[in-house]
């Protein structure tokens, strides 16, 4: 993998690392389980593409034009293994093979909870998320969500308001900002955080890239609150993908007549952690203060270490740690080591990840 943390467009030292990412991103933003697949087995963006068939989205642009719209957007491209690609995002099963963001890159690793909910929410429902987006963010907590109308963006701008960060996660290209009626808040999310999409130049909204998008806004966060949703909601997608990522759901008790909390409700009866407080809510995560930052991975044994500094890229086989380590007849005592101090698990796809 190559060492360039993130590629800036309007760098001309990016060059021709950028051109490759963005290549990818155009070619295979649709297939991010084998793309990443792909990568695992060979981290250059070339013969992945040459490997796998091309997936474009139906709008996406030529190059030399994605190139320019990517640098008029002030968008930098972050690939899956990068030092600084999302660790949490990354051990999804399906993580986005490169990244686009504008403004803080260092926010998509930072201790976060993703609010999400209605478009057409209540007043009830953009109280609440006003309220709980905003005590969460004056602790410290990264605020992520999609910059929809209603309970989205009611979240993003009580963080704001808190003097804190928020994450917007699109469904769209880089360039573009949808709704556009939030372009003023989409601005300002760049300004004080970031605004994210695994989408190339280019690429329009469409109603198969917001259930990819809730998986991403999922998976940056420690934990997903549900505000208000209805019976069939998108924001229930986020929060099946938040559960199989192994992140704690909460969700906000509504009336049992209103339509808009029925989904809700339905999380509680399935066992979603009521949201009463945001206290609550740092509690129950043992957050009772500002959240640190992610402990630093240490262990005693040198295999141990090396075991780590590989994992804390992206999730990985016996076989690929077994090629990672310089001593492999170490590799079964390293992973005993690390498994019974409760600093790895195996996923159900045999792969092993750090535990958060």
């Not at 909601?233 to 559960?243: C, E, K, N, P, V």
């Not at 509504?254 to 809510?281: C, E, H, K």
């Not at 990672?324 to 698990?345: K, N, Q, T, V, Y």
């Amino acid at each position: 993998m190559t060492e360039t943390l993130v590629f800036d467009a309007r760098d001309p030292q990016a060059e021709p690392g950028l051109s490759h990412w963005l290549a990818l991103q155009r070619a295979l933003a649709l297939s991010p389980a084998a793309a990443v697949e792909a990568l695992r087995v060979r981290p250059d963006p070339r013969a992945v593409l040459a490997a796998l068939p091309d997936r474009s989205p139906p709008d996406a642009l030529p190059l030399p034009e994605a190139l320019r719209r990517l640098a008029h957007a002030n968008a930098r491209l972050v690939p899956w293994g990068s030092p600084r690609y999302p660790w949490r995002l990354a051990r999804i099963a399906d993580p986005a093979p490169v990244l686009a963001v504008r403004g803080d890159v260092a926010l998509l690793s930072a201790p976060a909870i993703a609010v999400v909910g209605s478009r057409a929410a209540t007043a009830y429902g953009r109280s609440v998320a006003r309220t709980l987006a905003g005590e969460l963010a004056q602790a410290g907590l990264v605020i992520v969500s999609g910059l929809a109308h209603g309970i989205d963006a009611e979240a993003h701008r009580a963080a704001l308001d808190a003097g804190g960060r928020t994450v917007a996660v699109q469904a769209c290209g880089p360039d573009l900002v949808y709704p556009a009626a939030h372009r003023g808040l989409a601005a300002q999310i760049a300004r004080q955080g970031a605004v994210v999409t695994e989408l190339p130049p280019g690429a329009r909204p469409r109603r198969g890239y917001f259930p990819l998008r809730n998986r991403i806004i999922a998976g940056l966060a420690l934990a997903l609150l549900v505000v208000e949703a209805r019976e069939r909601s998108g924001s229930l997608i986020t929060a099946r993908h938040a559960a199989d990522q192994g992140a704690d759901v909460f969700a906000v008790p509504g009336p049992i007549t209103a339509p808009t909390s029925a989904g809700t409700n339905r999380l509680l009866r399935q066992g979603a952690w009521p949201a009463l407080s945001a206290r609550d809510m740092l509690e129950l995560l043992a957050l009772p203060g500002r959240p640190a930052a992610p402990p630093a991975l240490t262990t005693s044994s040198e295999a141990g270490r090396a075991l780590l500094a590989v994992l804390e890229r992206a999730p990985a086989t016996r076989d690929e740690l077994l090629r990672a380590l310089d001593a492999p007849e170490r590799l079964a005592s390293a992973l005993l080591e690390l498994e019974l101090a409760g600093r790895i698990a195996r996923d159900r796809d045999g792969r092993f990840r750090i535990l958060a």
